[in-house]
């Protein structure tokens, strides 16, 4: 069983910045890539970012220049640095992560529980 845990969200003023965490745990043999997500209200879930296990990155276009993602394997860990934060990235930010298992060495794909993110104009 494998879990992930985000933390970092809260409420900030346009222009502002958050950092998000997110700490995988459980019976991990390594992780592929991780990610995080994001879903408005009313809206669909997006990608914002991912990061494979060798460092390469991808970011949604209306995050690039301001957010950056990065990981740090020893800890099984993920982060989100989002800076000049807009009103419209509020929304529940949620870590994604791709999974292979021990000892079965099963690939899963794990989701966290979420965290809101508020931005205020």
């Known amino acids: 069983q494998v879990q992930l845990v985000e933390s970092g969200g809260g409420l900030v003023q346009a222009g502002g910045s958050l950092r998000l965490s997110c700490v995988a745990s459980?019976?991990?043999?390594?992780?592929?890539?991780m990610g995080w997500y994001r879903q408005a209200p009313g809206k669909q879930r997006e990608l914002v970012a991912s990061?494979?296990?060798?460092?390469?990155?991808n970011y949604a276009d209306s995050v690039k220049g301001r957010f950056t993602i990065s990981r740090d394997n020893a800890k099984n860990t993920v982060y989100l640095q989002m800076n000049s934060l807009k009103p419209e990235d509020t929304a529940v930010y949620s870590c994604?992560?791709?999974?292979?298992?021990?000892?079965?060495?099963?690939?899963?794909?794990?989701w966290g529980q979420g965290t809101r993110v508020t931005v205020s104009s």
């Open positions: 994604n992560a791709g999974v292979l298992t021990t000892p079965l060495r099963l690939y899963i794909t794990v």
């Open positions: 990061i494979l296990g060798g460092g390469s990155t």
């Open positions: 459980g019976s991990i043999f390594s992780i592929d890539t």
